[in-house]
C-alpha cells in the first residue's frame, strides 16, 4: 500500500504542475469571473459609502448651524429683548404658516379627490380655509407694495408701524395678539347703535301690526340693556324674509354698519356690499352646521372662544361654560333659520351680543 501510494505520487510529478490543477484553458474564466465580482463589489460599496458620508456631513452641517444659531438667540434675548421678541415672533411665524399653507394643500387635494363641496367638510378644515382666506386678502395689498425695485424698506416701515392693518396673524406678538382683538371688538361694537337704529327705521316699514310691534319691542328692549330670548327672536323671523328687512332690501348706510360688524370693508359699491355680506353671513351658516356636527365638546378653549369671537361676543372676559351657553344658543337660531333668513342671523350677531354678562352679574 505504501509502494503503490509513492509511485502515484512520482507519477504526478512526473507530469508536472498540470496535472495537479485544473487545464491552463479553465483557469483564464475563472480568473475573470472573480475580477468582475470584485468590481461589483466595489460598485455597490462606493456608492452606500458616499451616501453615508454625505449624510454624516449634511448631519454634522445642521448641528453646527443650530448651535450657532442658538447662542445667536441666547445673545439677542440677552442684549435686544425686544428685538428677540419680534426676530422670534417672525420666525416662529414663517414656520406656523409653512405648516399651514402644507395643510391647506392637503385639504385641497383632498376635496379634488373627493370631489367635496367647501360646506361638506369638517369644522376645522372648514375654519382653515375661511381663515387662510382672509389672510391671503390681507397680504396682496402688501404684496403689491413691494412690487417695485427697492420697495422692500418700505415694506419693512409700513410693517413695523401698521402691524394690525398689513401683518396676518401669525407675525403677531401674543401681546398683539390681544390688543388687536380688542380694538377690532371696540370697532365692531360702535357700529352697534347704528345697526340697531337702522333695525328699527325698518320696523316702522313693516305693512303688517304684529311683526312690526314686536320688532319694535325686540329693538326697544336691547336698546334699554336687556337681553333677547331665543323663542323672540323667531317669533319675528318672518319678517327679515320679506322685501323690508333681506339683505338686499337694506339702506346702504345699514348694509355699511353690519358689514362693519362681520369685520367686512365698508368702502365698497353697495352692489358689492349685499353681495359679500350674504356670503359671509351663510359661510358661517355653514361652519354652524359643521360645529354642530362635531359637537361643542369637541372644542378647545381656544376654539371655542375664536368661534364666539366670529359670532359677535368678545368672550374675553368669560369662562368657557359661558362660552359654551352662548354659542349652544346661538347654534339652536343658527340651525333654525333658512338661507333666505340670512338677514335675521347678521342682525343676531348685534341683539344677542350687545348686553350679554356672566349669568351671575
Known amino acids: 500500500m505504501a509502494l503503490s501510494r509513492a509511485a502515484a505520487r512520482g507519477g504526478l510529478w512526473r507530469l508536472g504542475p498540470a496535472a495537479l490543477g485544473p487545464p491552463r484553458g479553465r483557469t483564464e474564466p475563472l480568473l475573470a469571473l472573480g475580477a468582475l465580482r470584485c468590481r ?14 454625505s449624510r454624516a456631513l449634511v448631519a454634522a452641517v445642521v448641528a453646527v448651524a443650530r448651535r450657532v444659531n442658538a447662542r445667536y438667540e441666547r445673545y439677542l434675548e440677552r442684549s435686544f429683548p425686544r428685538f428677540y421678541l419680534l426676530y422670534s415672533t417672525f420666525t416662529s411665524g414663517i414656520q406656523a404658516l409653512f405648516l399651514e399653507v402644507k395643510e391647506i394643500s392637503r385639504i385641497r387635494a383632498r376635496m379634488s379627490q373627493q370631489r ?4 361638506q367638510l369638517p369644522y376645522r378644515d372648514m375654519e382653515r380655509l375661511r381663515q387662510f382666506r382672509r389672510d391671503a386678502l390681507k397680504a396682496i395689498p402688501i404684496g403689491i407694495i413691494a412690487i417695485p425695485p427697492f420697495a422692500n424698506f418700505l415694506v419693512i416701515v409700513l410693517m413695523y408701524f401698521f402691524p394690525r392693518q398689513l401683518l396676518i396673524r401669525y407675525f403677531w406678538t401674543p401681546q398683539q395678539q390681544r390688543e388687536f382683538l380688542a380694538v377690532d371688538d371696540s370697532i365692531r361694537r360702535a357700529s352697534y347703535p347704528a345697526v340697531l337704529q337702522g333695525l328699527a327705521r325698518a320696523a316702522r316699514s313693516l305693512p303688517e301690526p304684529r311683526p312690526r310691534q314686536l320688532l319694535q319691542q325686540l329693538c326697544s328692549q336691547v336698546q334699554g340693556g336687556a337681553r333677547p330670548h331665543l323663542a323672540q327672536l323667531l317669533a319675528v323671523r318672518s319678517s327679515f324674509s320679506g322685501s323690508a328687512l333681506v339683505l338686499s332690501g337694506l339702506q346702504v348706510d345699514h348694509v355699511r354698519a353690519l358689514s362693519r360688524v362681520l369685520f367686512l370693508t365698508p368702502h365698497l359699491p353697495a352692489v358689492l356690499l349685499r353681495h359679500r355680506l350674504l356670503s359671509h353671513v351663510l359661510e358661517i351658516r355653514h361652519l354652524d352646521r359643521a360645529l354642530l356636527r362635531l359637537g361643542l365638546g369637541q372644542l378647545s378653549e381656544e376654539e371655542l372662544r375664536a368661534a364666539c369671537y366670529l359670532r359677535g361676543l368678545n368672550s374675553t372676559h368669560l369662562g368657557r361654560a359661558e362660552c359654551g351657553a352662548w354659542l349652544e344658543q346661538w347654534l339652536q337660531l343658527s340651525c333654525e333659520l333658512q338661507a ?20 351671575s352679574e
Do not use: D, I
Open 40 to 53: 461589483v463589489c466595489r460598485s455597490q460599496l462606493c456608492p452606500l459609502s458616499s451616501r453615508a458620508t
Open 340 to 359: 333666505s333668513e340670512a338677514s335675521l342671523l347678521a342682525h343676531s350677531m348685534v341683539l344677542l351680543s350687545l348686553n350679554y354678562r356672566r349669568p
Open 116 to 119: 367635496l363641496e367647501v360646506q
